[in-house]
């Protein structure tokens, strides 16, 4: 029965990491930078138990836990991915637009109006 337990946890642990690893690598290509959440703060502050019982790690806790963590990072990731296309969008469209600053600047033009048929032409 303890091997069943050990398996078990094992095969647990290593969704959970395969998981996590999937929602840093996010649909953009790129890892998302996300804040980790310590079981003891979440078991104290969110669940309202005492230290004691959180230091046990009862296995119901650590189910919802891992649980509170899977639903927290995808809404982290989808709020991480609109960032970064609310950035590439302000650098390319807003910022880096070429109509409204071009890359090489022309020469300002000193005459804007045509010059009169009869006059010399410049020389």
Known sequence: MPTLRACLFVAVATATLAARAEAQDGAGGGR???????????CQ??????????DKRLPQ?????????A???NYEVQYLQQQRKDVLL????VHDDPIDHPIQPSAPQVNQVD???DA???R
Request: net charge negative.
């Open 120 to 122: 010399p032409p410049p």
């Open 90 to 93: 302000d650098r390319t469209i």
């Open 32 to 42: 998302y930078a996300l804040h980790e959440i310590n079981f003891d703060m979440w």
């Open 45 to 54: 502050e969110e669940r309202h138990l005492p230290p004691e019982r959180c």
């Open 115 to 117: 010059p009169p048929p």
């Open 61 to 69: 806790d650590d189910a919802d836990y891992q649980a509170y963590v």
């Open 71 to 73: 639903t927290i990072e």
